[in-house]
């Protein structure tokens, strides 16, 4: 076996939005970083493009914000839904005391394309693409770098600290011995793609739509719509053998804009499903080895903040280790500072998330008749004071992060 070998004081696994922000913000810092990713490019269907206010202000702390909005296809000032002739708004953004009042669109695959180009202009950064994580390397029970494959090649980065950020089905997590503790939400969702048309009725569409036991969301992207499909979770064979053009009545029913562009969706294998599971491991961390992003906690998509708190965890990462890294001495108890920094307002918003997900999504799921929320829920939203409370929380939760250094 060819075994080439390189040496660095972190190794991060995995170039999602976690994994390029700590790398970028280590390397800024003078630290030595490798960052692996298994795929060829960033160029993935419907992951998650939803930068929040808190995240904006984090990137214009080191001068990026106004470069990111650049990539930016679209900006949402609210969030809200239409059940029947009424709409909800259950987030109204523009209230945000932030030079960021709104959530951005951006495209993962192009934030992902430029912040790895930043970070590439530092020389002590490295990125690897179409690596594909292997195993971890262990010695005297602490993990000290990685083995993966590329290119039918195995090779070897030694690390003084291994950071697992590779996703909900992360590989470094299951090779660590480190239990994921999941739940499952009432809900799968079906992700396609449509093009705007000319008539759709609003310049700008983004935003949720009740039906009789359907949901559907909807991300105006501009050119094209991003549209997700909301089903009971285990429903999805059933509606495949209801055939597409049952689900294109549907569409049209929920949302008589896509009536000119919904027959562009010919085949179910223009759908990706996404199997809603959530959760969060015990202990984000090992002798050697921290976990953060999904592959410490498993996002929902309700609210859009999966990115977000991502990109906060890699925040606090870099805020509590680049001491300790930059003297070569990260001790487990710094590794639990980071979780402790950030497992409350993970939990926080997993709870929120939970509480829409059983008290309207799943009402709404499974509702034989057209669906209004509960009248509380009604009754709240009319006031500016709740819409702005629920906006805050989505964008910043109950503990942003800001960069010390």
């Not at 808190?54 to 990026?64: C, V």
């Not at 960021?100 to 394309?113: D, T």
């Not at 590989?171 to 449509?194: C, E, Q």
């Not at 501009?222 to 009545?249: D, M, P, T, W």
Request: charged fraction near 20%; include cysteine; charge should be positive.
């Amino acid at each position: 076996m060819d075994i080439s070998e390189s040496v660095n004081r972190v190794c991060i696994v995995g170039a999602g939005p976690a994994g390029v922000v700590l790398s970028l913000l280590l390397a800024r810092q003078g630290i030595p970083v490798t960052l692996l990713e298994a795929q060829a490019d960033f160029d993935r269907d419907f992951r998650g493009d939803t930068l929040h206010a808190s995240s904006l202000e984090i990137l214009d702390q080191i001068g990026l914000a106004e470069r990111v909005l650049e990539l930016c296809h679209a900006k949402i000032d609210r969030f809200q839904f239409t059940t029947g002739q009424e709409q909800i708004t259950l987030a109204n953004f523009s209230h945000l005391e932030s030079k960021f009042p709104y959530v951005a669109l951006i495209p993962q695959e192009k934030f992902l394309s430029f912040l790895t180009e930043e970070a590439r202009k530092i020389p002590n950064f490295q990125l690897v693409m179409n690596a594909k994580f292997h195993d971890l390397i262990m010695e005297s029970n602490k993990i000290c770098g990685v083995t993966y494959m590329k290119e039918g090649v195995e090779h070897k980065v030694v690390a003084y600290l291994t950071i697992g950020a590779d996703g909900r089905g992360s590989r470094v997590r299951d090779k660590a011995g480190i239990k994921l503790g999941k739940t499952t939400p009432p809900m799968d969702v079906i992700w396609f793609k449509l093009p705007r048309g000319k008539n759709t009725g609003s310049d700008n569409a983004t935003g949720g739509r009740f039906g009789t036991g359907t949901m559907l969301v909807i991300l105006d992207r501009g050119k094209e719509f991003q549209v997700g499909f909301v089903i009971l979770k285990g429903s999805y064979k059933a509606l495949r053998e209801a055939g597409i053009k049952a689900l294109h009545n549907e569409l049209i029913y929920l949302a008589p804009e896509l009536k000119e562009s919904v027959t562009e969706l010919k085949d179910w294998s223009q759908c990706s499903i996404l199997s809603v599971v959530t959760g969060r491991v015990e202990c984000w961390y090992k002798s050697g080895l921290l976990l953060i992003g999904d592959a410490a906690h498993v996002m929902s998509p309700v609210g859009g903040v999966g990115v977000n708190y991502a990109i906060h965890d890699a925040v606090a990462a870099a805020n509590i280790l680049t001491g300790p890294l930059l003297k070569q001495n990260v001790t487990e108890m710094d590794l639990a500072e980071v979780q402790l920094r950030r497992e409350r307002p993970v939990r926080f918003i997993q709870s929120i998330q939970s509480i829409i997900q059983r008290r309207i999504i799943a009402g709404a799921l499974n509702s034989g008749k057209p669906f209004r929320p509960p009248l509380l829920v009604r009754v709240l939203t009319r006031f500016h004071f709740f819409q702005k409370t629920m906006a805050r929380t989505m964008a910043y939760g109950i503990q942003p992060e800001r960069l010390k250094n």
